[in-house]
């Protein structure tokens, strides 16, 4: 009788092991596509990503770049002050999105443009993503947001 419950018990926590090894690696696989990685322009140009790996990319929109094309397709620089990333995006921008203001974008790049999925812009004034301010600051060009 005793061997029977300890066999029972045996398999349960087998089955209960399986069962955690099995949930993990679904959850794993269900967020392969929903990780995507931050990268500012400089971290680009030294080690380009894959034509298919889809990441984040972020600085300043660089004056005098912003060009709006046919339809809703806009193209414009990014630079965190140490290289500078064409972007092309077909789609409508947020409101506050302009020059020389902080943005985030999601997309590909394929050695030569950055074809964003995505574009996210600053939500008031001062407020920047932390991954840009980091980049900025890496670089040397950024500055405290006035408050004015």
Known sequence: MKSLKKQRRIQIIALAGVALILST???G???RDGINFFR???EVIAAP???TE???IGGLVETGTLQRGQGETVRFSVTD???SI???YTGVLPDLFEENQGMVGLG???GAIFTATEILAKHDESYMPKEVVDALKEQGVYQEPSDG
């Open 25 to 27: 690696v679904l959850i």
């Open 29 to 31: 696989y269900a967020m």
């Open 40 to 42: 500012s322009p400089s």
């Open 49 to 51: 990503p894959s034509p």
């Open 54 to 56: 889809v990441f984040r």
């Open 81 to 83: 002050g140490g290289a």
């Open 86 to 88: 064409p972007v092309e």
């Open 108 to 110: 590909r790049y394929d």
